[in-house]
């Protein structure tokens, strides 16, 4: 009979996360496996072998291991994001938006998930796109960002961009 702590299960968590982290999804897969062999209810490895899946092109089962997740941790917004994310690869638009207004209710200041949600409104709902838009310039969104979203749904021209001696400088500091 081998005993195994919760801090083997840690270990194999921070073993499976650094294999995603540097794209080998089945060497992470394994690892959350073993993770929740240890520690069947352990939801960041639920999400984590859902990520694994996902990068697998195996979105059904990553849709599955998300819901496990969410089951053991239901305030778990990132495991929400995930799935989001994952029903837009699959064109599930009204679910992905269903698990981004989700998340937003539990961390409503993330201006990522507001520019998601008017990305996959535009076409339905503009009026609503535009009040994720603004929600999203609120919580902190980069306001270029913002205007050309808000330019692409209005039909108007996109606002100009700044001095290429600006941009340069961004990414040189």
């Known amino acids: 009979m081998s005993t195994s702590s919760p801090s083997d299960a840690d270990r194999l968590l921070r073993q499976a996360l650094l294999a995603l982290e540097?794209?080998?999804p089945l060497e992470a897969l394994a690892c959350f496996d073993r993770a929740l062999a240890l520690q069947p209810a352990l939801a960041v490895a639920m999400d984590g072998r859902a990520?694994?899946?996902?990068r697998l092109g195996r979105l059904h089962e990553a849709i599955d291991w998300y819901g496990r997740?969410?089951?053991a941790s239901p305030d778990f917004a990132a495991a929400l994001v995930h799935r989001a994310r994952c029903h837009q690869e699959m064109g599930e638009d009204v679910l992905a938006l269903a698990d981004f207004r989700r998340a937003l209710r539990l961390q409503p200041q993330r201006h990522d998930w507001h520019l998601a949600c008017a990305?996959?409104?535009a076409t339905d709902d503009p009026s609503a796109a535009k009040a994720a838009l603004h929600e999203a310039a609120r919580c902190g969104a980069a306001p270029a960002q913002v205007d050309f979203m808000l330019a692409a749904l209005t039909g108007a021209?996109?606002?100009p961009l700044p001095p290429a001696s600006y941009v340069s400088a961004l990414f040189d500091a």
């Open 22 to 24: 540097t794209n080998r």
């Open 51 to 54: 990520q694994a899946l996902r």
């Open 69 to 71: 997740a969410l089951e």
């Open 119 to 121: 990305t996959l409104l």
């Open 157 to 159: 021209p996109p606002p």
